[in-house]
Structure formats: structure tokens, C-alpha cells
């Protein structure tokens, strides 16, 4: 399978900046779309940015101008700045990535997710 390791979480104040990074390894062929999930406590799992191979994205309505997501696709890693964060993005945020891989040596689809990292933000 693949796997995904996540960094960069912790503790900032409002308005402060934080960068998550999220690297794939394994046997990768391909990966297609990449995103950052979050969850809040006592909250469901909601998409904040996606970006797929060719390089578009998309955000959540609510980190619009503030996040921008980016990615390496000779290092397989995805990125996540985080600028004016506010206190309602205190979260575990995950990294979700799908693709190809080896398996065997034959191709198969793979549907990965990081450990998670948390982010909070104090007023």
C-alpha cells in the first residue's frame, strides 16, 4: 500500500501562520488527487483543499485566501500553508491521497490516509 506521514502541525495564535506537509511513500505509480481533511471535536470530517495532478484546486468556502495548498510530484509530497489562522481551524487535520501503486508488480489503485496532526489556534 501506500502510506502517508504527516508534519508541520501545533500551536500558533490567531492570526499567526503554520504549514503542514504530507509526503507518500511506497511502491507509488501514480498519484491523482491529493487533499487536507480536517476534523473539530464533536464535528464530521470536512474537505479544506484538494489539488489533483495537473495542478487545479480547489478550498473550503471558509479558507478561501487564506490556505493555499501545493504539491511536489517528484517528492509525492502535498503542502498546506496556512496564513490568518483563526480559531475555529483548531482541528486534527488529515492527508488523503489516491492513486496507482505496485502491488506484486502489477498496478492496483490505492486509497490512503495520514495519522493526522493537530492544529490549534488560540484567540
Known amino acids: 500500500q501506500v502510506q502517508l506521514v504527516e508534519s508541520g502541525g501545533g500551536s500558533v495564535q490567531a492570526g499567526g501562520s503554520l504549514r503542514l506537509s504530507c509526503a507518500a511513500s511506497?511502491?507509488?505509480?501514480?498519484?491523482?488527487?491529493m487533499a487536507w481533511y480536517r476534523q473539530a471535536p464533536g464535528k464530521q470530517r470536512e474537505l479544506v483543499a484538494l489539488?489533483?495532478?495537473?495542478?487545479?484546486?480547489n478550498y473550503a468556502n471558509s479558507v478561501k485566501g487564506r490556505f493555499t495548498i501545493s504539491r511536489d510530484n517528484a517528492k509525492n509530497t502535498v503542502y498546506l500553508q496556512m496564513d490568518s489562522l483563526k480559531p475555529e481551524d483548531t482541528a486534527v487535520y488529515y492527508c488523503?491521497?489516491?492513486?496507482?501503486?505496485?502491488?506484486?508488480?502489477?498496478?492496483?489503485?490505492?486509497?490512503?490516509w495520514g495519522q493526522g496532526t493537530q492544529v490549534t489556534v488560540s484567540s
Open positions: 488523503y491521497a489516491n492513486g496507482a501503486y505496485y502491488r506484486g508488480g502489477s498496478p492496483s489503485s490505492f486509497d490512503s
Open positions: 489539488v489533483i495532478g495537473g495542478g487545479s484546486t
Open positions: 511506497g511502491s507509488i505509480g501514480s498519484i491523482n488527487r
